[in-house]
């Protein structure tokens, strides 16, 4: 017979619900080390049928080394705000941060094999599985590194947007000033919400796209066949300052763009400092 503290004391001890305790306990006939067992292989099995479930809440963290060199965000997802709010996640989501700063994993299965407290994080992650009963993931991580000028983050309240932006080649300038202008260049990337850096990234399948759709307006409208092309260009124009980084509307200025912005501070202190990339992770994006 499996008594009332014993399930209590498995509970403590491992966190998994009270049926599951009892249960485990009767399945090892009350030998506690074999019951831990008995959950960690559930846990498992919970894992495994909870993989099709969806996972779009959680936290985005960030970490930036004090020179401002080197920089790391992830993505953990669960299934519920309320576990997202839990301490077990926070902590569990914390140490994975630690982990890539720390060891700095290629990929995502470089990182499940790194081993915590003497466990793969991925052992660590499925028994967390088993203990909150969620489908948790790790979803995404990216390192960036500046060895001449700086990445800079932006986490928006409630951790469920974060941004890194990277600038390279400070020369002469003003590290302080420039770590300024970044921060106010994430907190526009996390509300702008741009596609790309620079006009160069956008494919050529999209520009085609687009170019179609403005000249079918255009003819709609009864606007001559000749001029097409232009009328074209000129909205094309528009969807670079919409769409890249570079070429947006500076949202504490609007009468420069994000690029000018960088060419005054670059008259300023006669170098030559330019904006490379920038990372955005958001929960609810659905291209991961």
């Known amino acids: 017979m499996i008594s009332a503290d014993q399930v ?3 509970r403590e001890k491992t966190g998994a619900g009270m049926m599951d305790c009892k249960k485990a306990l009767t399945e090892a006939n009350g030998d506690f080390d074999k019951a831990i067992e008995v959950l960690r292989k559930k846990g498992a099995a919970v894992a495994a049928k909870r993989a099709e479930r969806s996972a779009n809440e959680g936290l985005v963290l960030t970490h930036v080394s004090d020179d401002k060199k080197s920089a790391v965000m992830v993505e953990v997802n669960c299934e519920t705000d309320f576990v997202a709010k ?3 996640f926070k902590n569990f989501a914390s140490m994975v941060l630690d982990t890539i700063v720390k060891e700095k994993p290629a990929n995502l299965d470089e990182l499940l094999a790194v081993k915590h407290d003497g466990k793969p994080i991925a052992e660590e992650l499925e028994a967390l599985i088993g203990k909150i009963g969620e489908k948790i993931a790790i979803t995404r991580f990216v390192i960036e590194n500046s060895e001449t000028g700086a990445v800079v983050d932006y986490v928006h309240h409630g951790s469920k947007l974060g941004v890194l932006v990277r600038a390279d080649n400070i020369g002469n300038g003003d590290l302080n000033e420039l770590t300024s202008i970044l921060k106010d260049v994430a907190m526009q990337v996390a509300a702008m919400k741009p596609l790309f850096t620079f006009r160069e990234e956008v494919p050529q399948t999209i520009l085609d796209k687009e170019i179609d759709i403005y000249k079918e307006l ?4 009864g606007k001559p066949e000749q001029i097409l092309d232009k009328i074209a ?5 528009k969807y670079y300052q919409e769409n890249c980084l570079n070429e947006q509307a500076f949202i504490k200025d609007n009468t420069k763009s994000v690029g000018e912005l960088f060419n005054e501070y670059n008259k300023k202190y006669s170098t030559n400092t330019r904006l490379v990339l920038f990372r955005r992770f958001h929960l609810s994006d659905e291209n991961k």
Do not use: I, M, T, V
């Open 218 to 221: 255009a003819r709609k409208e």
């Open 8 to 10: 209590k004391l498995l």
């Open 233 to 237: 260009q000129g909205k094309l124009n």
């Open 86 to 88: 839990s301490d077990d």
